[in-house]
T-cell receptor
């Protein structure tokens, strides 16, 4: 079945450091890929998405590229801020799983001033 | 503003008690979902519904029940059969018909056992 694997946290960085959170997936066909972010005590909100191979999703300085050849969707940001501290979830939906979304375990990011 | 409202934010359950978590949306979405989140783990799907009066079990449905009598509402009941109910519960909704549709989440309910 479909699955998502992301790097374990926590990840601790200083402000203005470069961020990479690795995400790989297993799926038949061409799923849609997502990054969601969860701030303390809140629900998840969509950060970015990509729906086909080589697409790049981007939002608020974060980027991720849909790599079919390596089945990856790594999240990157060039310069993190304290306000980026949160839990980040990689996720996929379809095609064989229908519209249901499957989530990775989440990666907690701490950014120090 | 459109969105999803979950209540209560905190809930305590006594031994042998059933409790119901509320989820209401005004986004006009057909699909609604319940997820369970445990510390350090991803989200696990409990139940989902694509249309009124119809719902399907997710990956961890045992000990839970749902109803979908109205498009806007998808309450979750945690029954006494659920032996480990302490978790953060998230309700979500989406449009139906495309696999690239994002999920909209509520702010969650933290359930604890007394």
């Amino acid at each position: 079945g479909n699955s998502v694997t992301q790097m374990e946290g926590p990840v601790t960085l200083s402000e203005e450091a470069f961020l990479t959170i690795n995400c790989t997936y297993t799926a038949t066909g061409y799923p849609s890929l997502f990054w969601y972010v969860q701030y303390p005590g809140e629900g998840l909100q969509l950060l970015l998405k990509a729906t086909k191979a080589d697409d790049k999703g981007s939002n608020k300085g974060f980027e991720a590229t849909y790599r079919k050849e390596t089945t990856s969707f790594h999240l990157e940001k060039g310069s993190v801020q304290v306000s980026d501290s949160a839990v980040y979830f990689c996720a996929l939906s379809g095609p064989t799983g229908g519209f249901k979304t499957i989530f990775g375990a989440g990666t907690r990011l701490f950014v120090k001033a | 503003d459109g969105g999803i409202t979950q209540s209560p934010k905190y809930l305590f359950r006594k031994e042998g008690q059933n409790v119901t978590l509320s989820c209401e949306q005004n986004l006009n979405h057909d699909a609604m979902y319940w997820y369970r989140q445990d510390p350090g783990q991803g989200l696990r799907l409990i139940y989902y519904s694509q249309i009124v009066n119809d719902f399907q079990k997710g990956d961890i449905a045992e000990g839970y029940s749902v109803s979908r009598e109205k498009k806007e509402s998808f309450p979750l009941t945690v029954t006494s059969a659920q032996k480990n109910p302490t978790a953060f519960y998230l309700c979500a909704s989406s449009m139906v018909g495309a696999t690239n549709e994002k999920l909209f989440f509520g702010s969650g309910t933290q359930l604890s056992v007394l």
